[in-house]
């Protein structure tokens, strides 16, 4: 068995002072606490010595066996067309913010699992709900056109309006990568 | 005594997290390729890992501010 000596410190207020750094590992947990107290003393950790923390590890075991999400994953986001982001905001519902340069306002709010984009129109569809939804985000008064349950009242209103004949649905994940994320603020 | 310290993440980013100790390189750098074909967060972020042989119950160190 081995034992590391960490310092791991979350400042609650300021992520900035967030410091981590591995100090070193011993054989013994005695000798692990003997530097812990050493080290309490340095610049470095003096005041923060709760932050400073001992870990068991035996060796040739792997650790993290799972894998981890924590840190790395936010939900889905997507930036559907230039001022238009898409993005959901808990396990069901998604939001859309419409950023025309000026003023950020949210468009929709509502819970879908599937998208189109056709030129500036979005298209929402929810299995759960049985909802379509066709946004407009350049229509001056309504920009939610239409708003049914009906399949055929819905690819009807699509043909009138925007001459559009069917549409390829995407799936909205429940996660994306933050390394992915387009910007949204 | 040396062990090989396995960890994945960046210390000044404040994300990195021990894998494991292995008793030789060969053994770590299994790990490490496994971890990074098929775990998730380890996958995602495959040039992360580290791996550095430490020397047991060496502490000789001074951290300033």
């Known amino acids: ?185 | 005594m040396y062990i090989y310290r396995l960890s994945h993440g960046c210390e000044e980013e404040n994300n990195e997290k021990t894998i494991g100790y292995f008793g030789s390189w060969k053994k770590a750098r299994s790990v490490m390729k496994e971890y990074r074909s098929s775990l998730p967060g380890f996958k995602d972020y495959p040039k992360e890992f580290s791996i550095k042989k430490i020397r047991v119950n060496e502490d000789d160190y001074y951290f300033y501010d």
């Open chain 1, 1 to 185: 068995m081995l034992y590391e000596l960490i310092f791991d410190y979350w400042d609650e207020d300021d992520p900035n002072k967030d410091d981590t750094i591995f100090i070193a590992v011993y054989s013994s947990y005695e000798l692990a606490e003997r530097g812990r107290k050493k080290f309490a003393k340095q610049p470095r950790f003096k005041g923060k010595e709760e932050a400073l923390e001992i870990w068991e590890y035996e060796v040739n075991d792997k650790g993290w066996p799972e894998g981890f999400r924590q840190g790395l994953y936010e939900y889905f986001v997507a930036q559907l067309t230039d001022d238009l982001i898409m993005k959901k905001i808990d396990d069901n519902d998604v939001r859309i913010k419409l950023d025309d340069g000026t003023n950020k306002y949210y468009i929709f709010e509502g819970e879908v699992e599937f998208y189109a984009v056709s030129g500036r129109i979005i298209l929402l569809k929810s299995e759960k709900t049985g909802k379509f939804y066709c946004i407009d985000p350049d229509h001056k008064t309504k920009k939610i056109r239409i708003e049914t349950k009906d399949k055929e009242e819905f690819s009807a209103y699509l043909k009138q309006n925007y001459g559009m004949d069917s549409c390829a649905w995407t799936e909205i994940e429940q996660y994306v990568l933050k390394k992915d994320l387009p910007g949204w603020c």
